[in-house]
């Protein structure tokens, strides 16, 4: 099978559950988006939510979809950069947990987190401090750790460094790695659309975006869009939330669905789909099957808080799949 290697950002995960919206205007925080603020903002923020039940994990969009694959028995690995404080050895550990190689740089500055507000009506809310994390560079790279996979992960949100991204790209080239793109918030591929074409065009192979990403990128609704992204690029696929999922290889399109489930949380949603698809391109299987399966990851992670199904659920997929 083949070896996926993730690169994205090192980010602890804070999910908290928010008892109303009226703290997202309170902290200008546009409901749904990913907005990057300082150390000082993120301590408010959570100093502000402190009494409201939370979750702490590793996370990350790239990271989280590692995680995934490595509990499908994936051979994974993960490039990022993390600080030396407490957050850190938690996203360490984590890896290591999951059976994930850690190809992970340190930094005095603190390790990134993800402060994630969930509403009521589980649209999530990102206030993001990058810490260390944006610190990862491309001489952070060894070129060795490439070798040994067959596919590259990376996460949109990495458009912030993109001479890093395209290191990241040209690297993975260089060595025969099939490219894997997660789009990023709307607002941050609205900001950065002219790097990202050009990223997606030269290298990407396989691009994952949702509806509001795809139109950010391509002006378009989602049937549209699907048709701009698969001509940059091999397999495109623009995930429509409760709509399911429009996926095109060639000539071939599809609309996969959705499977039923009480949602409580969508964080992750995103993030375990391309999981769930990227286990059936390393299988070997057909664009439906990848993206139904993708569909039942998505699925499984919005009926628990955060981005990481629980063991049991595991175990529900694992049944379903015929995993050992």
Same mark, same amino acid.
């Given at each position: ?10 980010? #602890? ?9 009226? @703290? ?12 990057? &603020?300082?150390?000082? !903002?993120?301590?408010?923020? =959570? ?9 702490? /994990? ?12 490595? %509990? ?17 050895? &938690? ?21 990134? /987190? ?14 993001? @401090? ?14 060795? &750790?490439?070798?040994? =996979? ?6 949109? =949100?990495?458009? *912030? +460094? *993109? ?6 790209? *040209?690297?993975?080239?260089? %060595? ?9 918030? @709307? %607002?941050? #591929? ?11 065009? !030269? =290298? ?5 975006? +949702? ?31 409760? +709509? ?16 039923? #489930? ?10 375990? @789909? ?38 049991? /659920? ?11």
């Amino acid at each position: 099978m083949k070896k996926i290697l993730g690169l994205g950002n090192a980010l #602890v995960d804070i999910m908290t559950q928010l008892d109303h919206d009226e @703290y997202l205007p309170f902290f200008k925080l546009p409901k749904g988006s990913m907005i990057l &603020v300082d150390g000082d !903002r993120s301590e408010k923020i =959570y100093d502000a939510t402190m009494h409201l039940e939370k979750t702490v /994990r590793s996370g990350g969009s790239a990271a989280n979809t590692i995680h995934g694959l490595a %509990n499908l028995g994936v051979e994974s690995g993960f490039i990022g950069k993390i600080g030396t404080d407490d957050m850190g050895k &938690v996203f360490h550990d984590d890896l290591v947990a999951a059976g994930i190689r850690a190809h992970l740089s340190q930094s005095n500055t603190s390790t990134g /987190r993800a402060i994630a507000l969930v509403s009521p009506d589980t649209e999530r809310t990102f206030a993001t @401090y990058l810490g260390a994390a944006v610190e990862l560079t491309a001489a952070d790279f060894d070129e060795d &750790v490439f070798k040994a =996979y067959e596919i590259l992960h990376i996460e949109g =949100y990495l458009v *912030q +460094n *993109q001479s890093m991204l395209l290191k990241a790209v *040209q690297l993975a080239k260089k %060595n025969n790695l099939m490219v894997s793109l997660d789009m990023a918030s @709307y %607002n941050v #591929v609205a900001e950065n659309r002219e790097f990202l074409e050009h990223i997606i065009r !030269r =290298y990407v192979d396989i691009v994952f975006a +949702n509806e509001e990403e795809a139109r950010a990128f391509t002006g378009k609704a989602p049937a549209e869009a699907l048709e701009a992204l698969a001509e940059h690029t091999a397999i495109a696929v623009v995930k429509t939330g409760r +709509n399911g999922s429009l996926v095109k290889k060639g000539m071939e399109s599809l609309c996969i669905g959705i499977i039923e #489930v009480n949602s409580i949380d969508t964080t992750g949603a995103g993030d375990l @789909y391309a999981a769930g698809f990227l286990y059936g391109m390393v299988k070997g299987y057909d664009i439906l099957k990848a993206g139904t399966i993708g569909a039942l990851l998505a699925g499984k992670v919005i009926e628990v808080v955060g981005p990481k199904l629980d063991d049991a /659920r595991w175990g529900e997929v694992k049944r379903e799949l015929n995993i050992k």
